[in-house]
């Protein structure tokens, strides 16, 4: 599996500022997904960041609250922008890939990188 | 909605016996699970996975068995190990991967020695 890393492992930030989350895959990799996990709730999917192009966002998050930049396929950012005590969550970045099976693409397991703490005050 | 379901959020097992952890899903499109571990301060990582054409997936000490009919698969662990000790998320895609992962709520599971 691939090693994925997480600058910066935790921030404490103030309300009204932004944070950019970097996400460092070891492969290159054909798909890199953020994800968020709210205190004492589950994962859920923001978007995936694409490589030359605008990431797709999953309902309920929009590209002016977190823009994702992919400028190649290892390297990925989060940006959570103008944050609230509410955008405190973990941060996750996750990575899979492709293969070939007959004659259809497979997208192989996800891989998850350590996350990013974020606390708002 | 939540289409993904563990409605144990937390599970005890003595050392040396089996440990079952139950998911529930009600998406009809979901054709491919998965099993993540997580640990404090850690990201989820990967454990075992099935695809909708099997009923059944072993992996060492790890078995996930899938019942299409109910929509429901579990995770036997067995025999259980203190280092299991952990969250245990179940998710689901309707593409194998590359579509997005729904996560069930996670279950935490403590070994007792």
């Known amino acids: 599996s691939a090693v994925i890393s997480q600058k910066p492992s935790r921030d404490i930030c103030q309300r009204g500022t932004s944070l950019t989350i970097q996400c460092q895959v070891d492969?290159?990799?054909?798909?890199m997904f953020w994800y968020r996990q709210q205190p004492g709730q589950s994962l859920t999917l923001i978007a995936t960041?694409?490589?030359?192009?605008?990431?797709?966002?999953e309902s309920g998050f929009v590209i002016d609250k977190f823009p994702i930049s992919r400028p190649n396929l290892t390297f990925s950012t989060l940006t959570v922008s103008n944050m609230s005590p509410e955008d405190s969550s973990i941060y996750l970045c996750?990575?899979?890939?492709?293969?070939?099976?007959?004659?259809?693409?497979?997208?192989?397991?996800?891989?998850f990188g350590p996350g990013t703490r974020l606390t708002v005050l | 909605d939540q289409q993904v379901k563990q409605n144990s959020p937390s599970l005890s097992v003595q050392e040396g016996r089996i440990s079952i952890l139950n998911c529930d899903y009600t998406?009809?499109?979901?054709?491919?699970f998965l099993w993540y571990k997580k640990y404090p301060a850690e990201g989820p990582t990967f454990l075992i996975s099935?695809?909708?054409?099997?009923d059944k997936n072993e992996d060492g000490r790890f078995t996930v068995f899938l019942n299409k009919s109910a929509k429901h698969l579990s995770l036997h662990i067995v025999p259980s190990q203190p280092g299991d000790s952990a969250v245990y998320f179940c998710?689901?895609?309707?593409?194998?991967?590359?579509?997005?992962?729904?996560f069930g709520q996670g279950t935490r599971l403590t070994i007792n020695p």
């Open positions: 492969s290159q990799v054909t798909m």
């Open positions: 998406n009809s499109m979901f054709d491919y």
């Open positions: 099935i695809s909708s054409i099997k």
């Open positions: 960041a694409n490589q030359g192009s605008e990431a797709t966002y």
């Open positions: 998710a689901a895609s309707a593409w194998r991967g590359a579509q997005k992962l729904v």
């Open positions: 996750s990575v899979s890939s492709s293969s070939w099976e007959g004659y259809s693409v497979s997208y192989n397991e996800q891989f």
